[in-house]
């Protein structure tokens, strides 16, 4: 206490001439105010370092902003690829669809000339669309090499509106398919390519027959008994461009006098809209690779939006297929 009071003393010289009981009440009180002093200096301290941490998840590294920056870019020319490609396939397959309803119009025995070359404004028709799914085969090969659009391609996936291939999946298992058969997992992007790339290479011959198969897949629906008639042309169209990409009849393998049409194209179609990015899906993405800066990646500005990379007439059909998804997969009737 005496060395206490000397520093004092020696800080301010005056204290020495105050009777004892006031230099320990004024030793009191000194001690008082440093001990405040030191408080603050600590709080200060520890506020002024939570700011600093603030302003720092606020913030993007220069590095990663640059990183952030070239996968946005790579990640938009993705799947504005994949918007524009799926947009231009399904307005390809409607024209086909017209031209093939004008031919089998005027010659309804198709069986004729199912195994025929086609006719030249059908052949025109015809490689439109091959040209279009060559795009669209071209556009997702490209999100698989582009290894943060696919992450994005697999988030959206887990969307709880992409269930177009689970429902074919289900049905499939119920007429005694097994699992691996019947499963086409649209997170597989190398398969999804393949699939596209297979339907090239059954058109490229160019006959009558895929084209007749196609439609009447999809004009299954407009059987007495089956009870799914379209209401709307263009949700017509979305099917047959489904039926055209991958679609099959077959039988169930617990009771063969069971036939059904299952539309996987169509299924596969409506998911890969339903997959297409927007800035919620991309910013989880990124978060979830740079935990730290969430709040600085949330205040990022996003222009990839799913509605501006698919075009309306495609988007409507989508939609409608989603309100009448037993179009997915029909059950024939008896004979």
């Known amino acids: 206490m005496d060395k206490l009071l000397m520093v004092v003393q020696s800080v301010m010289p005056l204290v020495a001439f105050y009777p004892r009981w006031a230099q320990m009440l004024f030793l009191a009180a000194f001690t008082?105010?440093?001990?405040?002093?030191?408080?603050?200096?600590?709080?200060?301290?520890?506020?002024?370092?939570q700011k600093a941490d603030a302003d720092s998840a606020l913030q993007l590294p220069d590095q990663l902003r640059r990183q952030i920056d070239a996968d946005l870019a790579s990640a938009s020319t993705a799947f504005a690829d994949l918007g524009l490609a799926l947009s231009n396939y399904y307005a390809s397959a409607m024209a086909l669809r017209l031209r093939v309803l004008d031919h089998t119009t005027a010659h309804p025995d198709v069986a004729l000339y199912i195994d025929d070359p086609l006719t030249?404004?059908?052949r025109e028709a015809a490689e439109d669309v091959i040209r279009t799914l060559e795009a669209l085969h071209s556009a997702v090969s490209s999100i698989q090499r582009t290894e943060f659009a696919a992450a994005c391609w697999r988030r959206g996936a887990a969307s709880s509106a992409v269930t177009s291939l689970r429902r074919v999946r289900d049905r499939l298992v119920a007429f005694g398919f097994s699992e691996r058969e019947a499963t086409l997992d649209v997170t597989d992007?190398?398969?999804?390519?393949?699939?596209?790339?297979?339907?090239?290479?059954?058109?490229?011959?160019?006959?009558?027959?895929?084209?007749?198969?196609?439609?009447?897949?999809?004009?299954?629906?407009?059987?007495?008994?089956v009870g799914q008639q379209y209401d709307d042309a263009g949700l017509r169209s979305l099917v047959f461009a489904g039926n055209l990409l991958f679609g099959f009849v077959d039988r169930s393998r617990q009771d063969p006098t069971r036939q059904f049409v299952a539309s996987f194209g169509s299924a596969m179609l409506a998911d890969m809209a339903h997959i297409m990015p927007d800035s919620t899906t991309i910013k989880a993405e990124l978060g979830s690779r740079n935990p730290q800066?969430?709040?600085?990646?949330?205040?990022?500005?996003?222009?990839?939006?799913?509605?501006?990379?698919?075009?309306?007439?495609?988007?409507?059909?989508?939609?409608?297929l989603q309100k009448r998804p037993g179009l997915l997969f029909l059950e024939l009737p008896i004979n």
């Open 32 to 49: 008082s105010v440093l001990g405040s002093v030191f408080v603050f200096v600590l709080l200060f301290s520890s506020a002024s370092k």
């Open 189 to 225: 992007i190398p398969n999804v390519a393949q699939f596209v790339a297979v339907a090239v290479a059954r058109l490229r011959p160019l006959t009558f027959a895929p084209l007749l198969t196609a439609v009447l897949s999809t004009n299954s629906a407009d059987i007495e008994g």
């Open 120 to 122: 030249p404004p059908l």
């Open 293 to 320: 800066y969430v709040r600085a990646i949330d205040a990022v500005r996003i222009s990839i939006e799913p509605a501006n990379l698919i075009s309306g007439d495609f988007r409507l059909a989508v939609a409608a």
